[in-house]
């Protein structure tokens, strides 16, 4: 018996500096990190401080991440507009061109129609000649008169 280190207690020995060395990277890098705590009512706009943070702090979106976005625009500005329309009738906002009544119909039958992440040239036309409606407009300035996403405007 010597005042050696036999093999076994020199591989503990290498194992416990280098969980040391992690222990003290990871607590280094935690003191580094920031965390938030968000609170409000919901559609407050929590979830688009955290986008917005991610966009000006970080290197925005990846291709990837956009493509997956995408199916939630199309579907959020579907649901909007179909939102906008039915609030028409219950606040009786009357189309400033007849003719949209025909386009509010086809959206309708379209919408229910799109596969998910999809918009069709015809739903896209539809859309936008409802949007450009003068009642259309109207009823959108009363939003705070019934439910409409944030992302609506």
Do not use: P
Request: aromatic letters at 6%; glycine letters at 8%; one cysteine or more.
């Amino acid at each position: 018996m010597g005042c050696t280190i036999s093999q076994e207690d020199k591989a503990a020995m290498e194992r416990s500096k280098m969980i040391d060395r992690n222990l003290r990277e990871d607590r280094d890098k935690a003191s580094r990190e920031v965390k938030l705590l968000l609170l409000g009512a919901g559609e407050s706009g929590k979830s688009t401080i955290v986008k917005q943070m991610k966009i000006i702090h970080e290197a925005g979106y990846s291709e990837e991440e956009c493509k997956q976005y995408r199916v939630v625009v199309y579907s959020n500005t579907i649901q909007s507009i179909i939102a906008i329309i039915r609030a028409m009738g219950r606040l009786k906002i009357d189309f400033g061109d007849a003719t949209r009544a025909d386009d509010a119909r086809q959206l309708f039958v379209l919408a229910g129609t799109t596969a998910e992440g999809v918009i069709s040239s015809d739903l896209t036309g539809v859309i936008r000649r409802l949007w450009m409606d003068s009642g259309v407009q109207s009823c959108f300035l009363r939003s705070r008169e019934y439910q409409l996403n944030d992302s609506a405007s």
